[in-house]
């Protein structure tokens, strides 16, 4: 299933997108989407019996907003360098363990919200990632079967990075992580079994239309289920929570000078394969 929210933001209703393409409500059938409805499998069972049965009503899409696919997210986990290609272009030795760092969950945003370039900014940066949303509560995973069973869905996450204040600023990589709407996600959280190989899923960003990114999952350092077994040895996932799996090579960071680092007026698109498209305008914070 294609599950996803629309509204303006802080009044989002849940919705589907049916396999025709036409947008679906879900309101009567369950509150939203979060990590209680991602948790319980009668509710997600009532979802698919209403849809294949044709009982949810149409949404009009027209000028209709989209959300962000998941409501409440605990928390936003990120790896970094988790790509062969991109751990060679920005010069770093490949992790011998997945690099860990947070997102706060209040930088998620939808997927075609603007993005606002932090004030005193000159280095902010791209990263189409895959999102992996945790369905079940993960504790010392012991296998990569079950870590995958802990999956509820994927869904397209654009990693914003303010590299200056990342690398440049002293400290860990939060301050270049966490400005605000520097985590838009979705459109869609696709359901995992629609998703059999997280390994072989296609990644591209755009740059004012020009290409930048163009990966595929298959060449992560550490694959999705290496990476949910490893982050439940040192923390509790829950329902709902996210997880940011990193970004393959063409960045601005690794770039020749002079490095082509987003502005206000810049226009980013970005997709996956079967996880659907993101475009945002970047404005002056």
């Known amino acids: 299933m294609k599950l996803l929210r629309v509204g303006t933001t802080g009044a989002e209703r849940p919705a589907l997108l049916d396999a025709e393409g036409v947008l679906r409500d879900l309101s009567g059938v369950v509150p939203d989407i979060d990590g209680a409805l991602l948790a319980d499998d009668a509710?997600?069972?009532?979802?698919?019996?209403?849809?294949?049965?044709?009982?949810?009503?149409?949404?009009?899409?027209?000028?209709?907003?989209?959300?962000?696919?998941?409501?409440?997210?605990?928390?936003?986990?990120?790896?970094?360098?988790?790509?062969?290609?991109?751990?060679?272009?920005?010069?770093?030795?490949?992790?011998?363990?997945?690099?860990?760092?947070?997102?706060?969950?209040?930088?998620?945003?939808?997927?075609?919200?603007?993005?606002?370039?932090?004030?005193?900014?000159?280095k902010t940066d791209w990263e189409v990632e895959l999102a992996v949303v945790i369905g079940r509560t993960a504790r010392y995973l012991g296998s990569h079967e079950e870590a995958l069973a802990h999956v509820a869905g994927y869904a397209v996450a654009h990693d914003v990075s303010e590299r200056e204040f990342q690398i440049e600023r002293g400290g860990t990589w939060d301050k270049g992580k966490n400005c605000e709407t520097f985590n838009p996600l979705g459109p869609w959280l696709v359901t995992a079994d629609e998703v059999p190989d997280p390994q072989g899923l296609g990644l591209k960003l755009w740059v004012n239309g020009e290409l930048r990114q163009d990966g595929s999952t298959s060449d992560q350092i550490f694959p999705v289920a290496e990476v949910v077994r490893y982050v439940s040895q040192f923390m509790t996932l829950y329902p709902g929570d996210v997880i940011n799996t990193g970004t393959p090579a063409g960045v601005a960071l690794g770039m020749p000078e002079p490095k082509p680092f987003l502005r206000a007026g810049d226009v980013v698109e970005l997709e996956i394969e079967g996880l659907g498209r993101q475009r945002q305008e970047f404005k002056p914070a």
Do not use: M, Q, W
Not at 53 to 77: F, Q, S, W
């Open 43 to 122: 509710a997600l069972g009532r979802i698919r019996t209403a849809a294949e049965a044709g009982e949810l009503p149409e949404l009009d899409a027209d000028g209709l907003r989209v959300g962000p696919p998941v409501a409440r997210i605990g928390k936003v986990v990120c790896i970094g360098l988790n790509y062969h290609d991109h751990a060679k272009e920005t010069g770093a030795e490949p992790p011998a363990e997945p690099v860990i760092f947070f997102k706060a969950a209040d930088t998620v945003v939808g997927p075609y919200d603007t993005v606002l370039v932090p004030r005193g900014s000159v």
